[in-house]
């Protein structure tokens, strides 16, 4: 029996891939913090459940292929109030950010065609590529200039007759960067030149830290044809297990072939859709006290990372994810040996190693990314927790 070659290109999660180890980990006794995973540990707002509570529902019926249309207006209401110009006609619902993302590399680009992408990127752009067998292209960032983008001049070097789009999160994961909108509107000259698409996730857009805000592609007026926008109520409003995103385009083509897709899944559930009409129905200040303790959570992770010898954590302007570089030859190598070997007063720390956030081979081979989703004792905890593990970690350079 054969499998698949789409199925074997697939590689498995690096930020699942150590879960194993950490549950052994926990069997043994071991209390693991876990930097791993944008997991928040804020409260769901309780408007989701009681929506779903309240609902009168006697039959769960399949709901309509683009999203319910109370959730399609409250999303297209949500866009106006940001200032984005999404009607419910703009918008499918789907199952998550990533289904939306998975339905726009599928939309735009054929087998064997690129999509250019600034890594490291959210790994998961790669699995939602390769079964498709489009090519992920990387445009490479660096931590020093605090993964900035490149000059136009070298962006364009790196199109070729086969790249269809450019795909990036604004605010990054896992970077955390927040591009400006001197690089936003440079992407966008750059799609507009060379007949390309912008597929921009915004999943974390609300999350800006010391008063930045993200420019958002639906700013770009003259392109707008060009711009998919990806969204997801799973960190905006602490719903990951809800799994409900959208997709929005002011392309008129695309909501019309893209909703094939949603009519062969028939649909996305009908619960959720009902508690995340509530959600995008919040106030925008639900956000406020939010991105505030984000902040202070960044400010205890990463200053205490930076203070720690060889370790280079510089902080991030948005999401909740910080990339540091470890003064270790193999950072995965370390933090499977965080969870098999080493523990301080029966605890220990899991982190996310970066080499497979990149495609270009021997990138981020030292690098971790570290999400601040956890209490501000328990970050700083941690963070000595790490301090100890490299003091005493046999394979450090």
């Known amino acids: 029996m054969k499998i698949s070659n789409r199925m074997m290109a697939m590689q498995a999660s690096p930020i699942r891939r150590l879960v194993p180890f950490a549950d052994a980990a926990r069997k043994r006794g071991i209390k693991v913090y876990g930097l791993n995973v944008g997991q ?3 409260e769901t ?7 779903i509570r ?3 529902i006697k039959v769960l019926a399949y709901a309509n292929s683009k999203g319910d249309p109370q959730l399609v207006k409250a999303t297209s209401d949500y866009y106006k109030r940001i200032g984005l110009p999404y009607e419910p006609e703009d918008i499918i619902i789907t199952n998550g950010g990533s289904e939306a993302l998975m339905w726009a590399f599928i939309a735009v680009a054929d087998v064997d065609e690129d999509i250019l992408v600034p890594e490291p990127f959210y790994t998961n752009y790669r699995s939602f590529a390769a079964p498709y067998a489009v090519n992920i292209k990387p445009l490479t960032t660096y931590a020093e200039n605090g993964f900035a983008l490149p000059s136009e001049a070298e962006i364009v070097s790196k199109l070729t007759d086969k790249t269809r789009a450019i795909a990036l999160s604004n605010p990054g994961n896992p970077t955390g960067v927040v591009y400006t909108r001197e690089e936003v509107e440079m992407l966008a000259k750059i799609a507009k030149e060379h007949d390309l698409f912008i597929i921009a996730d915004e999943v974390y857009r609300e999350f800006t830290y010391e ?3 993200a420019t958002s592609f ?6 707008l044809d060009r711009v998919i926008i990806v969204d997801s109520v799973s960190k905006r409003f602490s719903a990951c297990g809800a799994r409900i995103g959208s997709l929005a385009t002011k392309n008129k083509e695309l909501p ?9 899944r028939l ?3 009908t619960l959720e859709m009902i508690g995340s009409t509530a959600l995008y129905q919040l106030d925008p200040s639900y956000f406020d006290p939010i991105r505030e303790r984000y902040q202070n ?11 720690i010898d060889g370790v280079l954590c510089k902080k991030p302007m948005g999401a909740f994810y910080a990339i540091a570089k470890l003064p270790v030859k193999n950072a995965e190598d370390f933090a499977k040996w965080m969870l098999t070997d080493f523990n301080d007063n029966n605890e220990t720390v899991m982190v996310a190693p970066v080499e497979n956030f990149y495609q270009t081979p021997g990138m981020g081979v030292d690098e971790v990314r570290v999400a601040y989703v956890l209490k501000t004792d328990d970050l700083k905890r941690a963070v000595e927790i790490l301090d100890k593990a490299l003091k005493v970690y046999p394979d450090r350079v």
């Open 218 to 223: 639906g700013e770009m007026t003259d392109i």
């Open 267 to 269: 649909c996305a559930p």
């Open 45 to 51: 707002p309780p408007e989701f459940m009681d929506a």
């Open 40 to 42: 928040p540990d804020i």
């Open 256 to 264: 019309e072939q893209i909703l094939k897709l949603g009519q062969s």
């Open 211 to 213: 008063g930045l805000k």
């Open 297 to 307: 959570r960044r400010d205890v992770l990463c200053d205490g990372l930076a203070a």
């Open 54 to 56: 309240n609902a009168e």
